[in-house]
């Protein structure tokens, strides 16, 4: 039996034939409701991004920052991963700092947030996984970014 529409289900056992039928949202609530309401949040992802050789944001990030810092602060977090990256201009060294700079610059915006510095990780990548592949030197925005994922 191959159950591949929402909310189907299927009961086996004693020997019967297999039994398909087809529920609803407010039965699946009604019978799972405690036991989904104790699931965690999905994860979540977002991304800030910064001008060029700083840890400062973008303009649009800048308008956007205090949106999702409210989103983050009405979230339980259990763990939270904060990844720095760079674009491919500057040496590889000076990328790595960069990034570890943009990734604690936000794990400090995050903590008065009521989530535990513990429960922070912080990492620096520099330029070895750009969203968007460049060759040396070349100034990419999309790649000047930290990515906060909230689980």
Known sequence: TVLDTPYASARAGGGEPIERRTTSAPEVKKQFGVTLDALPPRPIKYMLYFL?????????????????LAELAQRPAAEVV???HTDRVGGKLRN???SLQRARRVKIM???LGIPE?????AGRGEREPIVP????V?????RRVEINVR
């Open 52 to 68: 060029s050789g700083t840890d400062q944001f973008t303009t649009e990030t800048k308008k956007e920052v205090q949106q999702i």
């Open 82 to 84: 904060v990844i720095g």
């Open 96 to 98: 790595d700092q960069l």
């Open 110 to 112: 995050l903590i008065p």
């Open 118 to 122: 513990e429960s922070i990780v912080t």
């Open 134 to 137: 460049t060759a040396d030197n």
């Open 139 to 143: 100034d990419e925005p999309k790649n």
